[in-house]
């Protein structure tokens, strides 16, 4: 055997054991004629001290190499508290080198400002880092944590395929061409959504995996070509149910990995609540700064802009930016359309500087719209409804940090939920799904479909973690009718409805029960968890912002013979 014990194990108590180690070179010290090689390995990290013939071997060493040493435990005369293994070292008898190494290419410093090209390039020396692995440690305890929880609650972990049907679902799918049928393509699944939707039908009342989804859309620090979901359905529920029990689930998670008690039932708002106050469906709410309409107020003043514009919200601040701020913030602002950020600061009851001289008339109203008070400075934009939401929501968030506002520390869980079912896409002039076409609209609103479709609410609810979207679900269509309806307002009529999804609806038609779901994004949750933003630190071999992976080179060329036997003719 190559190891009796692994580097982070031995302990004072194993003085006076004769134990074999493997591992990798961490480090090499020598002190007059004793040598101390630092091993590592994913458990830890020993000691290591080389008499003077084995010694002069070792010394020369590269870090990084692979060693397999023998020896007898010792207590160290000093202990290093740093280390788990810090009571004892390991007087070496014997010593060989089993694999040595190249010089490596990249620094293994937990704080090396290394490229992301290059981690990417040698992930396999990235993953050997302190951090990387705890990474992937706590992913792991992570998964394991969802699937206790689960599994508590009589949920089956069903695998779904990966080779499926292409559907619409928003995102681009990746194509598979078929060598056996000449012309076309399976998709690889951008979620289980149709699978898990048919074990409900074929009855197994709840089901989760740990499902791989893959989507081709462009990419930002959040998202991967290739991602992980902990994908659930249930049957015989409502929302709250769900809910209910995604609350139970993350309570056992957080104290199982974190240690840390999870206060429910959660907080919910609603979308018009989160939308009003925040600007944003997916709310940070670590910190105040809500914003206001002040819409029907501003118009009453002189300002053109203000009595033009379709809407005006205000964010009050708690503080007096200098003219060189108030240019940078203006600069956040206008990354998201707005043209402009007006602004006045409350000084011993009336307003200075910025707009404040179009203002006076509404000082009274405004102050008590606002709740500005002296030493803070009001700001507004006026725009669309989107423009004007998309503005202030970021805007928000960056005061949020700039002015210290926000815990890092602080975990704010909530619900999100009364989404509408459908949203207007003004490119395509036509409605739009919200979340997915297969969402129940509620009860209460299911008679404006026809005539009013942006009426019409969702049976859906988001998780948001500190401004983040956790994952997402809904209660689920599982009538044919329905169904039809809602792929009508998206301009999907039955023809075209029975070809994209007809071995779903034929399945509603032979006693489907209602049920509804959830999806976590596992990548995020393990991240925010961690208090990190990079999914791919939480990802073993994740892709490039090209899509690109430089460990293997791919996507690459293949040979024509192999594009031939596909029946693929690629245009250059």
């Known amino acids: ?49 080389l008499a003077a013939d084995l010694g002069e071997k070792a010394s020369s060493l590269r870090k990084e190499s692979v060693v397999s040493i023998e020896g007898t435990v010792t207590a160290k005369p000093e202990a290093n508290k740093a280390l788990a293994t810090g009571e004892i070292e390991v007087a070496a008898t014997n010593f060989s080198v089993l694999n040595e190494s190249d010089v490596i290419p990249i620094s293994l410093d937990d704080d090396a400002n290394t490229s992301d090209e290059m981690r990417l390039k040698y992930r396999y020396l990235d993953l050997r880092k302190s951090t990387m692995k705890d990474n992937l440690v706590f992913r792991h305890e992570l998964a394991q944590a969802f699937r206790e929880a689960l599994n508590r609650e009589h949920f089956l972990e069903i695998e779904t395929p990966l080779l499926i049907r292409s559907t619409p679902e928003g ?282 479709p942006a009426r019409v609410l969702g049976d859906l609810y988001d998780l948001v973690l500190n401004g983040t979207e956790l994952g997402g679900g809904g209660i689920r269509i599982h009538r044919q009718d329905i169904q039809e309806r809602v792929l009508a307002v998206i301009g999907m009529d039955s023809s075209a409805a029975q070809n994209k999804f007809g071995f779903l609806l034929e399945s509603f038609k032979y006693g489907a029960p209602p049920h509804g779901g959830f999806a976590f994004g596992f990548d995020r949750v393990a991240a925010l968890l961690s208090g990190q933003e990079d999914i791919r630190d939480f990802i073993a071999f994740p892709k490039n912002k090209q899509m690109q992976s430089p460990l293997d080179d791919s996507p690459n060329a293949v040979e024509k013979d192999q594009l031939d036997e596909l029946h693929i003719n690629v245009q250059k």
Request: aromatic letters at 10%.
């Open 171 to 452: 995102a681009r799918d990746f194509l598979v061409p078929s060598r056996l049928n000449k012309g076309h393509f399976y998709s690889l699944p951008q979620s289980p959504q149709l699978y898990k939707q048919l074990l409900m039908v074929s009855g197994m009342d709840r089901y989760y995996q740990l499902a791989k989804c893959l989507r081709d859309e462009d990419l930002r620090a959040d998202r991967q070509p290739e991602f992980t979901q902990i994908d659930l359905e249930m049957s015989f529920v409502q929302a709250d149910d769900v809910m209910s029990l995604l609350e139970r689930v993350m309570t056992h998670v957080l104290k199982t990995t974190k240690q840390i008690d999870l206060a429910t039932p959660l907080r919910r708002i609603s979308y018009a609540e989160s939308m009003e106050k925040y600007g944003i469906d997916r709310p940070d709410l670590r910190f105040g700064l809500e914003l206001v309409d002040v819409t029907e107020l501003l118009k009453k003043t002189d300002m053109n802009v203000f009595k033009e514009a379709p809407m005006i919200k205000a964010l009050v601040a708690p503080k007096v930016f200098s003219r060189k701020e108030i240019d940078a913030l203006t600069d956040v602002v206008k990354v998201y359309g707005a043209k402009g950020l007006a602004y006045a600061t409350f000084q011993e009851g009336t307003f200075t500087g910025g707009v404040s001289k179009f203002l006076e008339p509404i000082v009274s109203d405004l102050q008590r719209a606002t709740a500005v008070e002296n030493g803070q400075t009001i700001f507004f934009v006026a725009d669309t409804w989107k423009t004007t939401n998309d503005a202030l929501a970021h805007l928000r968030l960056h005061l949020g940090k700039e002015l210290g506002l926000i815990d890092p520390r602080q975990l704010s869980f909530c619900w999100v939920v009364d989404f509408p079912l459908f949203e207007w896409d003004e490119e395509e002039k036509r409605f739009s799904p919200m979340h997915h076409i297969f969402s129940m609209p509620q009860e209460k609103t299911m008679q404006y479909i026809e005539t009013e």
């Open 1 to 49: 055997m190559y190891r009796t014990h692994t580097c982070g194990e031995l302990r004072r108590a194993d003085v006076g054991k004769t134990v074999q180690l493997a591992g990798w070179v961490h480090k090499v010290r020598t002190h007059g004629s004793l040598t101390f090689l630092d091993v590592r390995d994913r458990y830890g990290l020993t000691q290591v001290t």
